[in-house]
Every structure is written in C-alpha cells, then in structure tokens.
C-alpha cells in the first residue's frame, strides 16, 4: 500500500518516461527515503492549509471586554437582508459597553497597517449588499450593545437619548408612552438607529422633516482609531457631519439624540390612483410645497396587476364602492399616491380637512380609498407584510433592490423609459417613488444627493425567486437593475444611488463627484487605515485616499 501510495507522489511525466515496472525502481532503502519524505512533505501541506483557514486572532481572546468574542458559529454575521454577499468574519464581538467597542478597534489600530483585520458595525442585518460584512474581520453585533435605557425628555424641544444599536421601532413605543415620537421615519422600522443614520433614513415624511440624520441633535462615536467621541453640531462639528450619511466610513455611532414631536393617536390613510405619470408628478409636487397638506405623502407604481382594488377591500374602504367595482385597469401602469393625515380623537373636522385637501388632486375619481388606524399601525405597516412573508419563506430570498435618486427636471425621461420600456412587464415587488425637498436636507453631512430643489427617490424593491432562470430570478432583475443603470448613465440624468453599492474607487469618485476629496480627506482624519466598514468597498487597508 505503501508503495503505491509513494507511486503517487512521483510526477508524472517519470511515470511515463519509466521503461520497466515501477516495482524495480522501489528497492527497500528507496521506500524508506520515500516514505520519510511523504511524511515531512504531508507535515508542510498541514502547515500550509492551516495557513489557508481562518485564524483565530489570539490578541482578540486575551482582550478584556466586558461583553465577549464569538469565534465559532458566526455564520449569521456573513449574511444580509440582500441574501446575496456571504463574507465570514473571524470574530464576532457582542458588546456590553461602549468602551468594548472601543477596546477592539484601538486594538485593530494599534495592530497598524501590515494587519489586514478590519470592523464592521452590524445592526439588524438589513444590508443588501454584503455593506456590514468583514471578510477574516472583526463584525460587532451592536444589538447586544447595552447601555444606559432610553431616556425621553419632555418640553419644548423633546428628544430621545439611545443606543445606536436600538430598533426604531423600540424608540417608537418607548416615546409614545410620553405622547410623543420622532419626526422622520423609514418605511420599515426594525432597523438600528446606528444603521439608518449611517446612510439617511428616507419615508414619506421626509419631504416635511428631512431625512432621519436631519433630526439628529447630538452622536456619541467611536472613530477609526478607537477614540470615544461626543459630537454636535456646535462640538467636533465635522466629525458630526461626516458620521451622518457616512457610510459608517468615519466611526460607528453608538449613541444618538433624536428630536421628538407630539405623537398622533389616528391617521386618515389614503390611496388614489392616476393612469398619467404627469399629472401624478404634478399632484406630488404640489402636495409637498403646499403649506396645508397632508403628513405623509408616498407614492408607487403599479405594473401589470388586475384586479388591484379588489386586493385593497381588505384594509381601505372604497369611497364609492359601485364605481370602484367597475374600475378596469385594462393592463395599464398606474400610479398609486399614498397619502396620511394625522389627527386626534376628539378631531371632528379631520374628514372636511382630508376632503379639502383631496379636491386640488386630479386622480380618478372612483379609485379613491380611505382607512383610519391607530399611528403606530401605520408606521409599523410593513412588519405585517413581513410575518406573512416569513410564514410563506419568501423573506430569506435575494432582495437585488435598486434606490435611485432622481432630480425633478429629469423624472418624466425617466418614468417615460423605465416604466414605458424596461419594466413594461414585471416589477417582481414594489416600486416606490416621491419627491423630496433638497431644502430639508443638510449639506454637510455625508450624504449625497442631486443638486436640484426638489428630487426623486425611485426604489426597485425586487425580490427574487431562489434558482429561477425567469423573470422572476436574480440574474434577471440584476440585468433589468444594469439596464436602468446604464440609461440613467448614458442620458445623463445626475441620477446618484441611495443606499450605494459600487465595486471599484473610480465607481466611487464618480458617486461622490467634486465631495470626493472632503469624503477622502475625513476619512483620513478618523479612520486613517481603513478599518472600519470594509464591507462597502470604498478603501483597502492602509492603501492611500486621495
């Protein structure tokens, strides 16, 4: 057995090039000398895979945290919302203090740049596209961050003080216990407040208050180099400024201070349909300048789906039920405006508001739905749509979901070639698209945006059926994402991505535009090796910025 074995091992081309049975060549002492080379040769290929293997970083055992290191089972931490990216971690930090925080990356940076260990924060695992990943890096679980309670404060100006690993949908029912909540919202709530300020935090609401990080009074921050830091926008200013929107490239956001208003008890929540996007734009536009209007306004489009009013019986009261019965798409795209206004109980004028407001709209008149529920059953809206999807399977899917954000003077070239001939089909999920007021956002922060007053966000929520080679796959909507891409590109849209993904720098320069050098030039400044947030692929490790 052995000499077949050490047979094996010879090259090939002596096999070949052996004019007499091997078994002549193997003379005793030659087995010997084999055999001790098989075994030196087996002992450096042990030593050589091991190499290949992650490596349990062993400074990272002996660090002293008050929380702890996972270093097996952390399979979770190379997964994402997106189910597309699947980068594994070496460790898993789950923090019990924000000085566990700090301890680790102080470590990492004290390790200097020939370690190529890197951190990333992961929230609630919403990514889409591996963004809270850190191949063979340290990920800290930050929904194991525990520190001081929520604190609301009442007054004039209320406001909440909260970790930056909190859910917002915590934050909700905390505040609403003082009659009161935060301004700005996302659609969906389960999602960390360290997260979507990372980013914005964009909802219907926005068009009124900003994004999420245009509500923000105060961070406390752990930078690239380790250091806890308490910033404002009146202290460490641009450090403020550069965390929010910042792709946490600048340091991770552990604690925030969020502005809170008086909280509703109802909503009046409407829907209305439009066959004409221009007309529908207009209405749109209208409702986000106008002084007296409604307090949220989204909208979406309908591509292909009979039989839509019908589906809405379930939660929206048709205004005239006979017309609305007889309403037939005739397989047109149509346009959902969603609208809400708050009000409280002992409001009995709220129908003769909502009424008034409705008639400056040019909608058809017979698609017009209205429901009344309790405020944090509409801003918890999507949860619902969430358990039935996980009841079914089709929430662990791929989400390829494309955000774009696009300037008002170019949404009509937009929707004529996007809705008119790349999607005149299938949507494969929801699209959503509403303007916004540039006004409302702070152009400081890191956040890019289009440089016209009023902006587009259009969303491509696709979800995409595992192993299908249809239309319903990921190869598909991907192609479908690259051609929408590519003609927002071509006819020169100043179209920039929300919640961006691109895979070289020169992608990334491009995004950033003329902000490129302020985005490097902070980042060299607080996380000058590029430990955090390897995920998003904007900086290698100690390679130079600008």
Not at 87 to 102: E, G, R
Not at 137 to 153: D, K
Not at 291 to 304: A, R, S
Request: charge should be neutral; hydrophobic fraction near 40%.
């Amino acid at each position: 057995m052995l000499r077949g074995f050490c047979l094996w091992l010879l090259p090939s081309f002596l096999k070949k090039k052996m004019r007499y049975p091997p078994i002549s060549f193997l003379r005793p002492s030659s087995i010997r000398f084999i055999a001790s080379f098989v075994i030196l040769f087996l002992g450096c290929l042990t030593a050589n895979i091991s190499l290949c293997l992650p490596i349990i970083p062993s400074s990272l055992e002996t660090l002293s945290v008050d929380g702890h290191f996972s270093f097996h089972g952390i399979e979770h931490a190379a997964r994402d919302f997106g189910n597309r990216y699947q980068f594994l971690p070496q460790a898993v930090l789950h923090p019990k203090s924000v000085s566990d925080i700090a301890t680790t990356i102080k470590h990492v940076w004290q390790m200097g740049p020939g370690s190529e260990l890197t951190v990333a924060a992961r929230g609630h695992g919403h990514s889409l596209q591996g963004q809270a990943q850190a191949h063979q890096g340290v990920v800290i679980n930050m929904e194991s961050l525990q520190g001081t309670e929520m604190q609301v404060y009442t007054g004039n100006f209320p406001y909440v003080d909260v970790s930056g690993g909190e859910l917002w949908i915590n934050i909700l029912h905390e505040s609403l216990k003082y009659g009161l909540a935060p301004k700005s919202w996302t659609d969906y709530l389960h999602l960390t407040v360290g997260g979507t300020l990372s980013n914005a935090g964009i909802s219907g609401q926005a068009f009124r208050h900003g994004p999420q990080i245009s509500n923000v009074h105060w961070l406390e921050v752990v930078t690239g180099k380790g250091e806890v830091i308490n910033c404002s926008k009146n202290q460490n200013g641009d450090l403020f400024h550069s965390v929010l929107g910042g792709l946490g490239q600048f340091g991770i956001i552990t604690r925030a201070r969020i502005s809170l208003e008086p909280a509703p008890k109802m909503v009046k929540w409407i829907r209305v349909l439009y066959s004409d996007f221009s007309t529908f734009a207009r209405d749109q536009e209208y409702l986000i300048s106008a002084e007296n209007t409604f307090d949220y306004i989204e909208g979406f489009v309908i591509i292909n789906r009979t039989g839509l009013l019908n589906n809405w019986r379930s939660s929206f009261n048709p205004q005239d039920p006979v017309q609305a019965s007889q309403f037939e798409s005739d397989g047109k795209i149509l346009f959902c405006l969603e609208l809400t206004k708050n009000f409280k109980v002992d409001n009995t004028n709220i129908n003769q508001e909502v009424e008034s407001l409705l008639s400056q709209l040019s909608y058809i008149p017979s698609t017009l739905f209205l429901s009344e529920v309790p405020y944090i059953d509409f801003l918890d809206r999507v949860h619902v749509s969430e358990v039935k999807l996980r009841s079914k399977g089709l929430w662990e899917v791929p989400h390829p979901w494309l955000n774009l954000l696009v300037p008002k003077s170019k949404i009509h070239n937009f929707a004529e070639e996007v809705f008119g001939k790349i999607l005149k089909d299938t949507s494969n999920g929801p699209i959503l698209i509403y303007p916004v007021n540039k006004s409302k956002w702070d152009n400081r922060t890191s956040a890019v945006i289009p440089e016209e007053d009023i902006f587009y966000l259009v969303a491509f929520l696709s979800s995409a059926v595992p192993s299908s080679t249809g239309t319903d796959g990921l190869e598909y909507i991907l192609s479908r994402n690259k051609r929408i891409l590519d003609f927002c590109k071509t006819a020169r849209l100043g179209v920039k991505q929300y919640l961006p993904h691109y895979t070289t720098q020169e992608e990334w320069r491009t995004h950033f535009g003329p902000r490129w050098e302020a985005f490097a030039q902070r980042k060299s400044a607080y996380d000058p090796l590029a430990i955090l947030a390897p995920g998003h692929r904007i900086f290698r490790k100690a390679t130079p910025f600008l």
